[in-house]
């Protein structure tokens, strides 16, 4: 298998200066910390508590979501998932890093798999116009609703929806349409599964939402779609392995967690993630989930003293932000760590013609291809990054292969694992979620928030016209 | 016509506190600077400095887009337009904001206009599926090629491409399938023109990318999908004229500015601009570009002493991003100021269905609608920020209309032009893209940059496999 790899060099003090890059005593530092957490993850991972280092070999699961693909695909022109957050990101990472630019819009004979539709907002607008989309393919439409409990108002209000819609246009049969991934055994959604018999997948236990793509929950729309999942996870697996060895110097994971770690300390209070690639910008909006949820925490480990952690992460496309944010990346403040994503072959080169020799300014341009310029353009960008002392570093993907993808999206769970030991907090925990949870109750009149609403309404529904312009 | 407002109490002192809001004391304090920049301002236009502003009063130009509309419309199935950066922002904003959700899937029945792609990549293969896309449709594409020089090496590559393909498929008849936005009378772009005799619209003088939404630049795509350009236009003086009064109480942007200005320098050094509204997202990537290029500078505006000013502007979306970035954005470092876009009418309520209504945990959602559960979810938000102490501010959608966005793009404009001044920066250079383009163009091979190119080949293009993991 061809190895996804990192390019550091960028981001070290010989590069930019002590300031601003990783020294090696820094490196020296930190890698017996390394060690001690890669003996506590092999710890951890054997008591059954890091579970989505494992999903690459739950022969189980994926038997289930090849069981699942071979009974809808045939039937299914429309594929419908009802998901957010953690229950979406992956499965849109997925379809745009894998599956052409205009999948959705190519014909039902040249199309692998049927259209995927990942709604994962409340949009009234949106989802009406996704309605009137499906309505007169309601017959060949399904619904892959993700939740673990069932009561994420955003996708059980669109699930609601959208069983109604199936009700009232196919009568009884209406629940062959649907596919549920849900918790195995309890919550609201497993619960409606059971009273109403429909086909089921199972999100994991003990695998949060932000950690769960390589389940059910991310695999089964990649695989309508026809993307191979098997060499995914073949490469997550790859990956997984890769990053046992407690060594710093031979973890990818590690060192990417503690250049991270070690920049953040000095001021690279932003990650910015640069795909040079459109296909592989979602996966940077996975990432954003990734960061910011497991590492954004008010209280360290032991839930005592305030820390007010978090690296905030950005995602930026090459080249395209070169002319929207790179003037601010290299004039700025010197506030943030980019990290490319390099693809060193694409499907295509696709070569420029050289039907405009005769225009002298383009002349440089005949007879090269897309390849070498969108990469051209990324070397240019990381030089004039480096020229401004910002640091960088480059993940290199030999090509935009599933193996590949899976790899990456391995490589970065453990890594946010190894970061937020470092950092000393709960990786793995999401607190301040909650209360606007409850707040969007206590507005929507569910019993029991009566004192959360008073609250609300006196703070911030009134608005208060001396502070409206 | 209905107004947009600012919401910003919860931006206050009164609200987050004084070390995270706006007091008082420092409104006073900087009115008087406000009262300078507005004449400073009034000034400038009058001595047609800031063309930007005038752009909604130009009815040439705006002839001239309707001109090109009615030449085209009737023969244009696909709608290629080729730019980047301030020749592409735009024309997605405006398409997503004021075009349905699945605008593109829509048959050509029902669809106002033609399907619209707006090119601002490089990505072989991303190029290479709109090419196989395009092909079977060539002779009902037209390509709207947006370039001020034409030289822009993204912008000029994939025209080279498209007008390959063009001429190959129609013969001589192929430049009637071009329309070019470009420089008034020189440029390598106006120079084929003249050569080629293609149809033209101009990108206006004096106008930066970034602030030429409102110009043939933007306007073109919009018009011909469907888009009441002229009602943009109007909501766009609206603001304007709203944005004329030195009194800070009186301006929207100069009270935008003012209050992101300060902040930033309590040190919420991100802005993040989070639509509650799928539509509105990509109104938060044409505001990045205006926010990052305009504020991010090394120097002063004297040119001497090194500020590295700036404020990293980040987009999210409501809900989706409760789902990812708010435990970041109420536990983490207290370093962002959060505008949310509301809109208080979407074209759609859309009931959520009673056919739940049996399920206890789910009963709440019976009867309510999609609209309402957005906008209790944004209020939510609010509260559960308020409560962690984040300052926030809220802008207003009366609707989604054309004239609510016109009056959204003048707005920000104005007050990046307001921010830039109270930052001391120039607000209309972009410095350090240049050393970008110049290193592309050295690692292209074009002539005169062979220097350049030694420079990039020692300091980054040989990779040190010291460094590769």
Same mark, same amino acid.
């Given at each position: ?5 990192? %390019? ?68 299914? +022109? ?27 819009? /190519? #014909? &039902? ?6 259209? *995927? ?16 989309? *499906? ?8 619904? =892959? ?28 049969? %209406?629940? +062959? ?42 695999? !089964?729309? $990649?695989?309508?779609?026809?993307? &191979? ?7 997550? $697996? ?19 967690? #503690?250049?991270?770690?070690?920049? =953040? ?19 940077? &909006? ?56 390099? *693809? +060193?072959? !694409? ?6 013609? #050289?039907? /405009? ?80 949870? &409850?707040?969007?109750? $206590?507005? /929507? ?13 006196? $703070? ?10």
């Amino acid at each position: 298998m061809d190895r996804l790899s990192l %390019y550091w060099k960028n981001a070290t003090a010989d590069a930019v200066g002590d300031k601003h890059g990783v020294t090696e005593k820094e490196l020296k530092q930190i890698a017996p910390q390394i060690k001690d957490i890669t003996k506590k993850m092999s710890d951890d991972r054997k008591a059954g508590k890091m579970k989505y280092r494992d999903l690459p070999y739950d022969e189980d699961m994926i038997e289930a979501v090849h069981r699942e693909v071979e009974h809808f695909r045939d039937r299914c +022109e429309v594929l419908l998932v009802l998901g957010i957050g953690g229950s979406a990101l992956g499965n849109i990472a997925l379809q745009n890093s894998l599956n052409p630019f205009t999948y959705n819009l /190519m #014909s &039902d004979r040249t199309r692998p798999g049927p259209q *995927v539709f990942v709604l994962d907002n409340v949009d009234p607008d949106q989802i009406k116009s996704i309605v009137e989309y *499906v309505t007169p393919r309601i017959k060949r439409t399904i619904v =892959n609703v993700v939740s673990k409990s069932g009561e994420t108002a955003e996708t059980a209000s669109q699930f609601i929806l959208f069983r109604d819609l199936l009700q009232s246009k196919l009568g009884k049969k %209406y629940t +062959e349409n649907i596919l549920a991934t849900t918790d195995a055994t309890g919550g609201t959604l497993r619960e409606i599964c059971n009273a109403e018999q429909y086909r089921t997948l199972e999100v994991p236990d003990g695998v949060g939402g932000r950690f769960s793509v390589l389940s059910a929950v991310g695999l !089964f729309s $990649a695989a309508m779609s026809g993307i &191979d999942v098997d060499a995914l996870l073949l490469g997550a $697996a790859e990956m997984d392995k890769r990053c046992k060895d407690g060594d710093i110097t031979k973890n990818p994971a590690a060192l990417l967690a #503690s250049i991270h770690h070690i920049l =953040n300390n000095k001021g690279k209070i932003m990650s910015v993630m640069m795909p040079y690639s459109t296909s592989l910008y979602y996966l940077a &909006d996975w990432y954003r989930q990734l960061w910011a949820e497991s590492l954004g925490k008010q209280f360290d480990l032991a839930g005592k003293k305030e820390v007010f952690a978090g690296q905030t992460p950005i995602k930026a496309l090459g080249t395209t932000d070169q002319h929207s944010q790179v003037q601010l990346y290299r004039e700025g403040p010197n506030d943030k760590l980019i990290t490319f994503l390099e *693809v +060193e072959k !694409f499907a295509q080169k696709l070569a420029i013609p #050289s039907s /405009m020799k005769h225009v002298k300014a383009l002349d440089y341009l005949a007879n090269s291809n897309f390849q070498t310029l969108i990469n051209s353009e990324k070397l240019a960008t990381e030089y004039a990054l480096l020229e401004s002392k910002r640091p960088t570093l480059t993940v290199l993907f030999p090509s935009i292969s599933p193996e590949a993808v899976g790899q990456f999206l391995m490589l970065y769970e453990i890594a946010v694992s190894y970061f937020g030991s470092l950092m000393g907090i709960n990786t793995y925990d999401q607190p301040a979620v909650q209360l606007g949870k &409850d707040a969007t109750y $206590a507005l /929507m009149g569910k019993p029991g928030y009566d004192d959360l609403n008073k609250k609300i309404q006196a $703070a911030v529904a009134k608005r208060d016209k001396k502070y409206m312009i």
